[in-house]
């Protein structure tokens, strides 16, 4: 049984056991047609193939086959397991391979060739010239697919080309929010250290007024800085991804902010590294130590958090430390009551480690902070009563260092700790009692001989550091007061001289030469008290985080304090700024734009314009603008562009310091799941009517877009009232196919009344809608009528994407009729715009019970392409998609009400025959457009 | 980037391992076994080992340990990140993340394995797609397998990969088209031995289990969302949406997801449902100590709590309890030294209490530090947050056209 045998040799691997022998038998089951075989064998061969490398070569021919298979998922797992199998012999063809699916037509394929780079380079890096060539091609890939994973090569085989990465800038910034995560991480990595050697530093001025005070005149010469539109670009494009659910993406966001951003913007990651701190402990602790490093730096950021760093008792130790370090770093005058407060519950803990770890975190606010000193040391002497000798021990470290800042006015504690030394058997502790009492022996001038009479009895039982500083002591006191200790201090130095270790022996020597004065000794022990009681300066006590800035934040190296191989540094930023233009991608002139009006992914009413060069478009759009469409409703472009935003952006802008024009534009990229869309809001300010309709002009907007909007050139009028009936008032209606612009998802209907009467008709309105549930309506504004007088008005209703009739009262000031309308189904949709692979890809999601396929003949009259376009649009409100086959007309709509796609599809055959297809998720409106346009194709 | 794999269980024994580039030896976890031993308990080991030639990157989930290999400079969140999500997986496949799960799939694992990352980048990590490459072990079909010989290798060809959504499986047929929302509220707390409130702050997560056909498009938008401190999304919702209309627009994986998370931070805003008064004493002589311990309800808004554990980290000096308790089970670990006290139900006409003795190793200085006690508790139909839960309203943008006419949404709340 091959799957089980199959299995067992998984398990081998898994478990770590040798299973090579079995490598001829297992490799000729890689042609197997059992998947799960298959893959064990792939899995079997590249594990072992470096190993038996003759033997694997057996297998390469069935992978080169399937380099050429139509399936792109079958070439692209090909490409992976053939790049994975370590075999220096075929390399030629793993490079011919990469090259080949590099330009594959399959994005996926191109995905699998950026891994299979690293790969390649790994094995022989004498190919990594020709690995560039291929990665500065796939770089220029525009797909989300793609882009990860060559950055990804990037970033293993030539780091440092920055010059790749020009041209791809903008396009990367623009795609990051699309990436895969994992993708997301190491181009916000790369471009960060991109950032660093393109731009100028944002907080130039800042850290100048600081520096150069005394000289304003440098100062007044600098030019103000300018932030470069794409130093901003990549700003404001990673920003949403601190809300990404994955912490490596939020770290990554952070410590781009934190290197590139100018000082007022960095907080906002905050908040976001405080989520973090919610995750596991892991991502707790990476977070925590970047934290700490940026709280050195920056501590106004995280003050307002200071409450998320408090411990839990849960934490484990290596969390608690570094949170306490994070406090320490944020305490300052104002929260430092706060702060200490919480650190005494921490010293009562049961974990030790965290307890010395609080204390010295005391000892470090109290030296930053002046203000608290005295508190803290009294604290802290408070704890040498404490039973737990650790934390004794701790504090006496602490005190020790705190006292050598202003030792005059402590002499008590001196004395208290002198008393200690009988207790305390922490080397280290002991160590540092006895290193104070010698440095201020004249401040306790009555113990001190004393403690070294005690000390020179246990001196053999002590620790080395003890040791040292016995001797230290003594000597410091045979200077000070040679009477009471000489003869104790000759006692040391001797038991020092056999002493088993040799840093002990030296020392006593030596200071036996520069104390003990004798005919030989030199000319230093004159100054031997010079040496001894020199005032020391007071320790510094400081973060170990200070400085670890100059690692790129969230990176390993950062985590270790030391550089890790491959790391990559992370430049100084220039001092002036390198040509921006380098970053320009030429674009092609030719190709013009295509509009069609849509209902977009949010329902609304959009004008999509689909360009490859967005500026002329841009730039022509407000002057086309007709003056007569309303105020509060915005028509949304969408510009599907593929210029870079930051042009966009900035041609926007331009536009908008035009204020006659006064539209306000603002651009944003948004992330749709299909498409980035570049989306464009034009505000059309100045146009006083809000829902006064009658004064629609819509002539005028038909003519703007003529071309696209209304296909049909002729509009069919429906009968609302007849003029008989009507009692001189003759209504008729059509749909304009116009979007409603109060609300997106009703239908327009345009309503046109005529007065034959000779009296004048009042308070024309509309009452008592009676429509089936959900259905919606919008009511023109009440209107009157002269005398033979013409007047158009429009209104909107949501038939809900149902044909059902609309049924309401038309009320005079005299009468009430009561009519209805009934759209015909091809009103109830708006043209969507796709281009060919979109509709292939659409109508591939909609098919079996939501296609429906009818045969037909042609009428006499449909000779050519023109006349169905014409009959189609003219039945549905519909737009043509382009498409490649002169035989197949592809018409693609939303409907009005929910937005789901209708796609329609018009084959032609020889001989007047035909098919149509239409694909629409809504069962119903897909049969009745169906009958329909079979009719008016079969006139 | 990641280099190996190795599972290692909470005895030390190494039972899996995955290279994915050329091999290294399994003694390089000498130097993370040496880090287990310094550290004691298994969360102290540092997440981070060096070693002369490789960095160990290692996460601890369900009592194993997962330990990466790194050669060069990698962000290591990325690979913290990374393994999360292989634990996540394991659980999602097989229902939980063991040892002896692992072990019982072992050839799914490694298969998960192979397809999650390629050369040590992740490749394929979204649970749609994955299940479209490999699916999950049911009983029912590893009888199949074991009887007719075939495999748990989807035979498809996995299409949810080339995707621009590769979180949604595509081609999803429902009968019945069901979307459950459950907004689940946590308060984190941190209490002074008073009783006030030191920190406190309220997180939540909307986790959803999605039934839908088709490609839906959703919208989900709150009645408040100023309430929203800080957010997180799935990478299926739409940030630009959020940022600009403050409405949660997507399109759903299939099945069952985090959409997000959220955080409400506004200390006066938090109403701590219990209070505890709890009395515990050591005595100066005699090597014994006292403990009393109440529970009662504080504002619970007329729900009842349920599943109510108070837990105490008792000092190391402590030996056994002698305690009575008047409502649930008690139970203390003298090796862990963790008394754990499982009430249940509150009831709040007869407050549960429990009180006795605590008997101390002889000799032994009485402890000075008071234990820290943990209690955990759970309320049904109740969002902590209050205003915002009750307004949460979903949108269905383009429902799903399934064998049923109408796609039911089903929205269940706390």
């Known amino acids: ?939 | 980037m990641i280099h190996s794999l190795f599972l290692i269980n909470n005895a030390g024994d190494l039972f899996l391992e995955k290279h994915w580039k050329s091999v290294i030896s399994r003694s390089v976890c000498d130097y993370f076994f040496e880090a287990r031993e310094k550290a004691v308990e298994p969360d102290n080991v540092p997440p981070v080992i060096r070693t002369p030639h490789h960095y160990l990157i290692n996460i601890y989930r369900e009592k194993i340990f997962f330990v990466s290999v790194i050669q060069t400079e990698v962000p290591p969140l990325f690979v913290i990140e990374f393994l999360h999500r292989v634990a996540e997986t394991f659980q999602d496949y097989f229902g939980e993340c063991s040892e002896s799960t692992i072990k019982d799939n072992v050839v799914i694992v490694y298969e998960l394995l192979e397809e999650m990352l390629d050369n040590g980048f992740p490749l394929a990590t979204e649970s749609n797609i994955l299940k479209e490459l490999i699916r999950p072990p049911t009983i029912l079909r590893s009888m199949v397998n074991t009887i007719t010989g075939s495999s748990n290798v989807g035979e498809t060809l996995p299409t949810g990969q080339l995707s621009t959504i590769p979180w949604r499986r595509a081609g999803v047929k429902y009968t019945n088209n069901e979307a459950y929302f459950d907004v689940v509220e946590e308060i984190d707390a941190i209490l002074d031995k008073s009783g006030t409130t030191v920190f406190a702050e309220i997180q939540g997560v909307i986790d959803a289990c999605v039934k839908l056909s088709g490609m839906p498009d959703l919208t989900l938008s709150f009645m408040n969302p100023r309430l929203l401190d800080d957010v997180s999304f799935h990478p299926c919702v739409r940030y630009k949406r959020w940022e600009s209309e403050r409405v949660i627009s997507f399109v759903p994986p299939d099945g069952n997801f985090q959409l997000m998370s959220y955080h409400i931070s506004a200390q006066n805003l938090v109403a701590i449902p219990v209070y505890v008064k709890q009395n515990i004493s050591f005595f100066e002589t005699g090597s014994s100590g006292r403990l009393d311990i109440t529970v009662g309800p504080k504002q619970t808004m007329g729900k009842t709590v349920e599943g109510l554990v108070v837990t105490v980290h008792m000092p190391k000096v402590v030996l056994s309890a002698n305690l009575n308790a008047t409502q649930g089970t008690y139970n203390y670990d003298p090796v862990t030294k963790i008394l754990v006290w499982d009430i249940g139900k509150l009831n709040p006409q007869k407050l549960p209490n429990l009180k006795g003795s605590l008997s101390l190793q002889s000799g032994a200085p009485k402890p000075e530090e008071n234990p820290s006690l943990n209690i955990d508790l759970k309320i049904q139909q109740l969002a902590i947050s209050g205003r915002l839960g009750s307004f949460i309203s979903v949108g269905c943008d383009s429902l799903p056209a399934g064998p049923c006419d109408k796609a039911l949404l089903l929205l269940t709340l706390f």
């Open chain 1, 1 to 939: 049984n091959l799957s089980r045998w199959g299995i067992f040799v998984a398990i081998m691997i898994a478990r770590g056991k040798n299973a090579s022998d079995l490598f001829p038998a297992v490799v000729k089951n890689v042609a197997c047609k059992n998947i799960e075989v298959k893959k064990l064998v792939y899995v079997y061969l590249v594990r072992y193939a470096e190993e038996q490398q003759d033997l694997a070569l057996l297998s390469i021919s069935t992978f080169q086959r399937g380099l050429k298979d139509p399936n792109q998922l079958i070439r692209a797992s090909a490409l992976r397991v053939l790049s994975s199998i370590r075999v220096t012999i075929i390399v030629p063809i793993m490079m011919l391979a990469i090259k080949e699916a590099a330009s594959d037509m399959s994005p996926y394929v191109r995905k699998t060739a950026a891994h299979a780079i690293p790969k390649l380079h790994s094995l022989d890096p004498e190919q990594k010239d020709q690995l560039i060539e291929v990665i500065e091609k796939l770089l220029a890939d525009k797909t989300t697919l793609v882009a990860g994973s060559v950055v990804m090569a990037f970033e293993e085989v030539c780091p440092d080309r920055i010059d790749l990465i020009h041209k791809n800038y903008r396009k990367l910034c623009n795609l990051l929010i699309d990436v895969e995560e994992w993708g997301q991480v190491v181009i916000i990595n790369m471009l960060t250290r991109y950032a660093r050697t393109q731009f100028l530093n944002p907080n130039i001025n800042v850290s100048i007024t600081h520096m150069c005070e005394s000289e304003p005149a440098t100062l007044a010469k600098r030019k103000p800085y300018v932030m470069d539109p794409d130093h901003r670009l990549l700003l404001r494009n990673t920003k949403p991804l601190l809300q990404s659910r994955n912490a490596a993406v939020v770290m990554a966001v952070a410590q781009l902010y934190f290197h590139l951003a100018p000082k007022a913007e960095v907080g906002i990651i905050a908040k976001a590294l405080v989520r973090l701190m919610r995750s596991h402990s892991e991502v707790q602790y990476v977070v925590l130590q970047n934290v700490a490093t940026m709280s050195i730096k920056r501590r106004g950021m995280f003050e307002p958090y200071l409450k998320s760093f408090y411990i839990r008792s849960t934490d484990p130790t290596q969390i608690k430390v570094l949170k306490l370090e994070v406090l320490t770093n944020l305490a300052n005058e104002t929260n430092i009551s706060t702060i200490l407060r919480e650190f005494q519950t921490y010293i009562k803990s049961m974990d030790k480690d965290f307890v010395a770890a609080s204390i010295q975190a005391i000892g470090r606010c109290a030296t930053n902070i002046g203000e608290v000193r005295d508190t803290c040391l009294n604290g802290l002497v408070q704890l040498l009563s404490n039973r737990d000798e650790l934390v004794v021990a701790e504090s006496v470290v602490v005190i020790k260092k705190l006292l050598q800042m202003q030792p005059e006015q402590h002499s008590d504690i001196i004395k208290h700790m002198a008393k200690l030394i009988d207790n305390i058997q922490v080397p280290m502790a002991r160590a540092s009692i006895l290193w104070l009492i010698g440095e201020y022996c004249e401040h306790v001038p009555k113990i001190a001989p004393d403690v070294l009479r005690k000390m020179a009895k246990s001196f053999t039982n002590e620790e080395d550091i003890v040791k040292l500083q016995i001797i230290n002591l003594a000597a410091k006191l045979y200077l000070t007061n040679s009477k009471q200790s000489k003869l104790l201090t000759q006692y040391v130095l001797n038991l020092a001289k056999y002493d088993q270790n040799y840093d002990i022996r030296d020392r006593a020597r030596f200071i036996r030469q520069l104390i003990v004065p004798t005919d030989k000794s030199g000319a230093l022990s004159k100054y031997a008290k010079k040496l001894f009681l020199a005032l020391k300066p007071a320790p510094v006590l400081e973060s170990p985080f200070k400085d670890r800035d100059h690692f790129q934040l969230g990176s390993l190296s950062h985590l270790l304090n030391a550089k890790a191989a491959g790391y990559q540094e992370l430049p100084n930023w220039p001092e002036s700024a390198p040509d921006p233009s380098v970053r320009n991608v030429e674009v092609k002139d030719s190709v013009c734009a295509e509009r069609t009006v849509l209902t977009g992914p949010e329902g609304a009413g959009v004008l999509l314009l689909q360009t490859t060069r967005g500026s002329s478009n841009m730039q022509d759009l407000p002057k086309k603008r007709p003056k007569t469409l309303t105020k509060k409703n915005p028509l949304l472009l969408y510009l599907k562009n593929q210029k870079s935003a930051s042009e966009s952006e900035s041609e926007s802008e331009s536009s908008e310091s035009e204020e006659e024009s006064e539209e306000e534009s603002e651009e944003e990229s948004e992330s749709d799941t299909n498409v980035r869309k570049k989306r464009v809001r034009l505000d059309w300010n100045r146009i006083p009517c809000i829902i006064n309709f009658d004064q629609f002009d819509m002539n005028k907007i038909t003519s703007v877009f003529s071309q696209t909007l209304a296909p049909s050139g002729s509009i069919k009028m429906y009968e609302l009232l007849h003029r008989i009936k009507g009692e001189g008032l003759a209504v008729e209606y059509c749909f304009s196919r116009q979007p409603f612009s109060p609300e997106p998802n009703m239908v327009a209907v345009q309503i046109q009344f005529t007065n034959n009467t000779n009296s004048e008709t009042k308070n024309l309105h509309i009452e008592d809608p009676r429509l089936q549930s959900g259905m919606r309506i919008r009511e023109f504004a009440e209107i009157g009528l002269q005398p033979s007088e013409s007047v158009t008005v429009v209104m909107g209703i949501d038939f809900c994407d149902s044909t059902q009739a609309a049924n309401f009262q038309l009320c005079t000031h005299t009468r009430k009729f009561f009519v209805s309308i009934q759209p015909p189904v091809g009103e109830l949709m708006t043209p969507a715009f796709l281009t060919e692979n979109d509709f292939k890809k659409e109508q591939g999601k909609l098919m079996g019970m939501n296609e429906i396929l009818e045969k037909l003949t042609l009428g006499e009259k449909c000779v050519n392409e023109h006349v169905i376009v014409e009959r189609v649009t003219a039945t549905a409100n519909l737009s043509r998609v382009p498409c490649g086959s002169d035989k197949e007309c592809r018409f693609a709509g939303k409907t009005v009400s929910s937005g789901c796609l209708v796609l329609v599809t018009v084959t032609t055959k020889e001989g007047g025959g035909a098919q149509l297809t239409v694909n629409c998720e809504k069962m119903l409106i897909g049969t009745m457009l169906v009958k329909d346009i079979l009719q008016a194709l079969s006139q």
